[in-house]
């Protein structure tokens, strides 16, 4: 069994306790340690950053990484597969996209296509709703974590109002019986969600 490579750390809790925090072997070892104690309750582990569930098996630690042998490169000319519209030597990928008749028209008007037009658009777009963005995936991932682990717990439905709020001062309040390790992590998390 391979141990996963993750973009992120990973963090898990044994109940309401914090086991480690870090890359995945450091991690499935402590989950491994924590199990054979018999830790109370179950071992819940999570991407550090967006809250996704992660599945430590402790049986993958120290298992040797393998890589796949890279394809053949063949020069044969016959085997190449036509190449379609686009420039996928620079990443570039044609996709279907459906606009109403006077959007193309507008399209059609602009300096270097609809295509350089339509990336001018989403490069400006993305640039300018960055903030707001972090602050999505800010909210996404605290509410992630704290369904899966603070449910049951008290204020819970009104920490929740409070973090898509914005209102920093009342989540943290709410928040403030918590579980300590499970509290802090949600109030991590929840950070940048703040502005």
């Given at each position: 069994?391979?141990?996963?490579?993750?973009?992120?750390?990973?963090?898990?809790f044994?109940?309401?306790?914090?086991?480690?925090q870090?890359?995945?072997a450091?991690?499935?070892?402590?989950?491994?340690?924590?199990?054979?104690?018999?830790?109370?309750?179950?071992?819940?582990?999570?991407?550090?950053?967006?809250?996704?569930?992660v599945?430590?098996d402790?049986?993958a630690?120290?298992?040797?990484?393998?890589?796949?042998?890279?394809?053949?490169e063949?020069?044969?000319?016959s085997?190449?597969?036509p190449?379609?519209?686009?420039?996928?030597?620079?990443g570039?990928?044609a996709?279907?996209?459906t606009?109403?008749?006077?959007h193309?028209?507008w399209?059609?008007?602009?300096?270097?296509?609809?295509?350089?037009a339509l990336?001018?658009?989403?490069?400006?777009?993305?640039?300018?709703?960055?903030?707001?963005?972090?602050?999505r995936?800010?909210?996404?991932s605290a509410?992630?974590?704290?369904?899966?682990?603070?449910?049951?717990?008290?204020?819970?439905?009104?920490?929740?109002?409070?973090?898509?709020?914005?209102?920093r001062e009342r989540f943290?309040?709410?928040?403030d019986?918590?579980?300590?390790?499970?509290?802090?992590?949600?109030?991590h998390?929840?950070?940048a969600?703040?502005?």
């Open positions: 069994m391979l141990s996963p490579v993750l973009p992120n750390p990973i963090i898990a044994a109940g309401d306790q914090l086991i480690a870090g890359d995945f450091e991690v499935a070892l402590a989950v491994q340690a924590a199990q054979e104690r018999g830790v109370g309750g179950p071992v819940l582990v999570f991407d550090a950053v967006t809250s996704e569930p599945d430590v402790p049986r630690v120290g298992a040797a990484p393998t890589t796949l042998a890279p394809a053949p063949t020069t044969d000319e085997t190449e597969s190449r379609g519209p686009g420039r996928p030597k620079l570039v990928v996709r279907e996209v606009m109403l008749p006077r193309w028209d399209l059609a008007t602009q300096p270097g296509g609809a295509s350089a990336r001018r658009l989403v490069e400006q777009a993305r640039s300018e709703s960055v903030s707001r963005d972090r602050v995936r800010a909210q996404e509410y992630r974590f704290m369904s899966a682990v603070l449910g049951n717990q008290p204020h819970f439905e009104d920490a929740t109002r409070a973090l898509f709020a914005g209102d943290t309040a709410l928040s019986p918590w579980p300590r390790d499970l509290r802090d992590h949600a109030r998390l929840a950070d969600s703040f502005l």
